[in-house]
């Protein structure tokens, strides 16, 4: 019986030549990442160990995202806690230069690794073939002491993706609709296994934004084999391979879906389920009070591009706040070569500093009462940009973007 | 850990998540102590003073789906929930859960068979009596009930090493 990437890089780093779905093997992790969302409490809980160690600080990440820069006392204390933490030991740490994921990607993340986030959307990293999954701190600190954890090997389910996304047509409408489609717990405990001729279409940012999403469906990790596309990202970012797999063509899956790419049209997920997704039409005229574009799912230069075309020689609508949040200096700067952060700031948007913002519902755009978001970010839970009586409906950089103009949600070819 | 309780029954349905269990704003709160009122708020703001120590929580599927926070698990194991018992739960709630020593357990049927309020006798790793009605449970893994039966990862890793 073949193994699926899944199962070839779990045995890879636990040293073994075999594993199958539902065996439980311990692991050497690759590299460990963390985040100002419960890097505190990891170190609270660190520094009560009666002999405390780091297994190999090389492997760790430290990444200040959240709330950069800090909102209050309490969050400048959280962040001192782990800018001491992390220079006393000698970990790499970033702050203020953009949302971790996004640093992950363009600066440590190889193909055939094996990676814990204490960070639900560490599956992103599939985009370049290796195992990310979210984990929390008391895992991390297991991780970050022993250099090792325990894994149910989990099934897979194998998205074949054949054709190409239409013109107007994004990777987040393509997620969407496989969300809506197998539901907000459809690939619980399993892994996504991206695949096909209609892969080698997806750029590295459409590939980084379909894996980033998967754990909307439950999905432990996601991944998505590795060719040229992603070989050519890791050389311009310096980096090699740890090993690329492929899986076998006897590897068992629990569900194989044909994915036409061709058919995907835009889509929004309404308020308040990840997988409430409707055809973005069935959406228009629904009024709005703020628009982002930013996020570890789509704040990368090519969704600012799409951003830009859409509005550029336009304005934001009245009364409408549009946040635009490059998801890293290294965005940033592009877009401001470009010319791209003059054509919002000439729109009347709101450029931010590169952080997680309003996608998390703290630092920054926080809505209130009865207010509605329309955003590129990642969750759209009761509550989660602010408060719990307001509204989120997430979408494309391009639907964002439009319906920035035009004050409500609609589509590109409508502004 | 296998011995049989009883437990009021405080019922959700599906796809609880981690901002429902505990929004984002009140993350920054110095203790999980602080954070208690504040469990389960944009749904239902009074649950969490409603919850007495012994409680449980009766849910439909996909319990604690979304972000990796673990002052989720820790907030409702600070409110006093014995466990919480889902159709199904997000898995990174499940490990972070059983790192804090919250019981969980997996069962399809309960949710649609009781409401608010109703008393169950829970006899871990074997059955959930509500109403005269019996429902099997499956035990856990042993070494996840050695994590549980300590009170968490952080504890059984020290009970393990002979520091407690």
Redesign the interface.
């Given at each position: 019986m073949g193994m699926t990437m899944a199962e070839k890089i779990i045995a890879l780093a636990a040293g073994i030549e075999k594993t199958k779905a539902g065996d439980?093997e311990t692991v050497t992790l690759d590299r460990l990442m963390s985040n100002d969302?419960?890097t505190h409490?990891t170190i609270d809980?660190y520094n009560?160990?009666?002999n405390p160690h780091i297994a190999d600080v090389e492997k760790l990440v430290w990444i200040v995202d959240h709330n950069i820069p800090s909102d209050?006392p309490?969050?400048a204390a959280?962040h001192k806690k782990m800018r001491d933490f992390a220079a006393e030991h000698g970990i790499t740490y970033y702050e203020g230069e953009g949302v971790c994921h996004q640093i992950m990607m363009e600066n440590h993340v190889r193909p055939g690794e094996l990676i814990f986030g204490?960070?639900?959307h560490t599956c992103a990293y599939g985009a370049l073939g290796a195992f990310g999954t979210?984990?929390?701190?008391?895992?991390y600190?297991?991780a970050m002491v022993t250099g090792t954890s325990?894994l149910l090997v989990p099934e897979s389910l194998k998205f074949n993706l054949h054709g190409k996304l239409r013109e107007g047509v994004y990777a987040r409408d393509l997620i969407l609709t496989i969300i809506g489609r197998i539901g907000?717990?459809g690939a619980?405990?399993k892994a996504m296994e991206f695949c096909g001729e209609g892969l080698a279409t997806l750029s590295m940012a459409d590939r980084i934004s379909i894996c980033n999403l998967c754990v909307e469906a439950?999905a432990?990790t996601a991944l998505m084999e590795v060719d040229d596309v992603a070989l050519d990202y890791l050389k311009a970012h310096g980096r090699e391979p740890k090993a690329i797999v492929k899986s076998d063509p006897d590897a068992v899956y629990s569900e194989t879906y044909d994915i036409d790419l061709n058919e995907i049209e835009p889509i929004v997920a309404k308020p308040h389920?990840v997988d409430n997704v409707v055809p973005a039409k069935e959406c228009e005229g629904v009024k709005i009070d703020e628009a982002f574009l930013g996020s570890c799912n789509n704040g990368r230069i090519e969704d600012l591009r799409v951003g830009a075309e859409v509005i550029k020689g336009k304005k934001v609508a009245e009364r409408v706040r549009f946040l635009v949040v490059p998801a890293s200096r290294a965005v940033y700067e592009q877009a401001m070569k470009e010319g791209l952060l003059d054509i919002f700031l000439d729109a009347g948007a709101i450029i931010m500093n590169p952080n997680c913002s309003v996608c998390?519902?703290?630092c920054q755009g926080?809505i209130g009462e009865g207010e509605t978001l329309i955003s590129t970010g990642t969750?759209n839970?009761?509550?989660?940009a602010?408060h719990?009586d307001s509204f989120v409906y997430l979408a494309s950089a391009a639907t964002v973007t439009a319906s920035a103009i035009a004050g409500k949600i609609t589509t590109a070819d409508r502004v | 850990m296998s011995e049989t309780f009883k437990a009021k029954i405080w019922k959700l349905d599906d796809d609880i998540d981690t901002d429902i269990v505990l929004p984002t704003e009140y993350l920054a709160l110095k203790t999980v102590e602080d954070m208690k009122p504040y469990a389960f708020s944009p749904l239902r703001p009074e649950l969490a003073a409603q919850i007495k120590p012994g409680d449980m929580i009766v849910a439909g599927k996909n319990f604690g789906c979304g972000s990796s926070r673990e002052q989720a698990p820790e907030v409702v194991k600070a409110l006093g929930v014995s466990c919480i018992v889902a159709q199904s739960f997000a898995r990174i709630f499940f490990r972070n859960a059983i790192n804090n020593g919250l019981l969980l357990i997996e069962n399809p049927d309960l949710h649609d068979a009781v409401k608010e309020g109703d008393e169950a006798l829970v006899t871990p790793g074997e059955k959930i009596v509500v109403n005269g009605k019996e429902f099997p449970i499956a035990s856990l893994p042993e070494n996840l009930m050695e994590i549980l039966n300590a009170g968490g990862l952080v504890k059984a890793m020290r009970k393990r090493n002979g520091l407690d």
């Open positions: 439980i969302g419960t409490l809980m009560k160990l009666k209050s309490k969050t959280s204490a960070d639900s979210g984990v929390g701190c008391t895992d600190l297991y325990w907000a717990n619980n405990y439950g432990k389920f998390w519902g703290a926080v969750r839970f009761k509550g989660r602010g719990k | -």
